[in-house]
């Protein structure tokens, strides 16, 4: 007995490793690393900020040494009477770059699909690079502090960091078919983490010397590998004479390499005549539109799922270090050493359950399973007793089941949402899509970190972790259909390959 087009697939390794050169690797590597640098910069923020907000605070024992301190100096620099409006405006910055930062990834997914996706990005990371160092660096040593500048160098540079994730996203997608998308994208999203690994190394070694020295190292680095993007970057196989995906060496359309895990499987591959866009080889595909793109199966629930899942990963990237030296009393450099854990275990956790849905050929049940884990580990870590060990192991087993299902999101499900029969003749969905569910996401980000900083000084900590309990819980509500449906697909699967033996 035959089996139908949607069982006979091909093995996710093989795909793979058939089609790889030393460009994929190249590009891997630089779209890798690119991203690592934006959030590298961002890390940083949330490392110092205990740092700025003494600074921006006076203190007793400052008082009692006016001879230290002029009092105009004094006066200049000291922009709040106490810690917690400090505290409060540090989170209105978070929450000011997270809505810019959202508003831009819809912008930004739109011009990545219709200009040059190296330029766009390279423009975006040496441009938000001067920014940080105007915003962390410049303004300390020239003693410069105005609360409406720092805002509004905060918008800009969230509109121009927004460029970074649909430009590295849809740049993958022309180079990784879906033949082990989920692993080669588990693996590749761990870029995000690598840069709060780096970002908080590069803070604690040149934090002594003040706050502003971490925004200028971090800076520079980004800078330089904007420069490194601009000359480097491939952004498809065709610039170097490779077949686009889709096609082998003959011409003829590789079955399964482009097929979308969330496309329905029930129908006969013969079936798939339709598309949005005109498949005509001799024209250069054009790009989907917005609305087109929010029509596209699976994008709206995704978005939405993204909104609140974001949330609670972005509360631990900006407040970690923060509610550790706040709740337990550690130094600013050990806290951020230990934040490390939770994106170790983000790593693992992408690169481990991306692999498990590209056996299973599904996403959601892999995801589902993830985020039930993640609410027990949010309990347990909220209740984490004053041990670095016990805090670092409780914190690395809550990362890997909160940022692996965000990084299968952001990366795999993006790329497999923008490849889906419906744009067949538009790889240029690519970009439009990712930013969709980015920035959906990063609006969710947005409203919760000005929410964290509300709840966290009005009710504590413990309702902070209560509040994420209920944002994950929301994720697996909003996925719930798409959940559903492969499932029975998986069963039906199942049932098939019995009677064909």
């Known amino acids: 007995m035959a089996l139908p087009g ?3 697939r091909q093995p996710a390794n093989k795909g793979l490793v058939s089609h790889c050169t030393h460009h994929h690797i190249v590009v891997f590597l630089l ?12 890390k940083t923020f949330s490392n110092v900020k205990v740092s700025i907000s003494n600074q921006w605070t006076p203190s007793c024992l400052n008082s009692t040494a006016p ?9 200049s620099s000291h922009l709040f009477p106490n810690a917690e409006e400090a505290t409060l405006f540090l989170g209105t910055l978070d929450t000011i770059f997270l809505f810019s930062y959202a508003v831009g990834l819809f912008v ?7 200009l040059n996706l190296r330029w766009v990005l390279s423009f975006g990371m040496c441009s938000s690079a001067l920014v940080v160092f105007f915003f962390g660096t410049l303004t300390e040593w020239l003693h410069f502090y105005n609360k409406w500048f720092y805002c509004c160098l905060w918008v800009v540079n969230g ?3 927004s460029t970074g994730w649909p430009c590295v996203v849809a740049v993958m997608g022309n180079w990784f078919g879906k033949a082990g998308r989920g692993f080669v994208f588990g693996l590749w999203s761990a870029c995000a983490s690598v840069g709060n690994i780096l970002g908080a190394f590069l803070a604690s070694c040149v934090l002594k010397y003040g706050y502003e020295y971490a925004f200028l190292v971090t800076a520079s680095v980004q800078f330089a590998g904007g420069v490194i993007v601009f000359f480097g970057l491939l952004t498809s196989p065709k610039e170097v004479g490779l077949p ?17 895990l969330m496309g329905d499987d029930d129908a006969d591959d013969d079936d798939r005549n339709y598309s949005i866009q005109a498949t005509d080889t001799d024209n250069q595909p054009k790009a989907i539109g917005f609305f087109q793109a929010c029509c596209l199966p699976g994008v709206v629930l995704y978005s939405l799922a993204y909104a609140c899942l974001k949330l609670v990963n972005y509360s631990f990237f900006f407040w970690l270090p923060f509610y550790l030296s706040n709740n337990f ?33 599904k996403r959601a049940p892999v995801l589902a399973i993830s985020l039930l884990f993640a609410v027990g580990s949010l309990f347990g870590y909220s209740r984490s007793p004053n041990s670095k060990p016990i805090n670092a192991v409780i914190m690395a087993i809550t990362g890997f089941f909160i940022g692996g299902p965000s990084n299968m999101i952001s990366s795999a499900i993006s790329a497999d949402l923008g490849r889906q029969d419906l744009v067949k003749g538009s790889s240029e969905a690519l970009a439009t899509v990712t930013g969709i569910v980015d920035g959906t996401g990063s609006i969710g980000a947005a409203v919760g970190q000005y929410l964290v900083s509300l709840i966290q000084d009005n009710l504590g900590w413990m309702w902070v972790f209560y509040f994420f309990i209920l944002m994950t819980s929301s994720t697996i509500l909003f996925i719930s259909p798409l959940i559903v449906r492969e499932i029975k697909l998986l069963l039906h699967e199942r049932r098939l390959r019995m009677l064909a033996e």
């Not at 779209?31 to 961002?42: C, D, P």
């Not at 686009?244 to 979308?260: F, H, I, S, W, Y």
């Open 329 to 361: 009393g550690w130094k600013e450099a050990e806290a951020d050493q230990l934040s490390i854990w939770y994106d170790v275990g983000g790593i693992v956790g992408g690169t481990i359950q991306g692999l498990i849905s590209d056996v299973l050929q």
């Open 244 to 260: 686009e995906l889709g096609a082998d060496e003959d011409g003829t359309v590789e079955e399964d390499a482009n097929r979308p």
């Open 6 to 8: 949607s069982l006979r």
């Open 108 to 114: 930004s997914g739109i011009v990545g699909d219709r």
């Open 67 to 75: 001879e230290l301190r002029p009092h105009e100096l004094w006066n």
């Open 31 to 42: 779209t890798f690393f690119s991203y690592s640098l934006l959030h590298a910069s961002r």
């Open 159 to 161: 509109l121009l960091q």
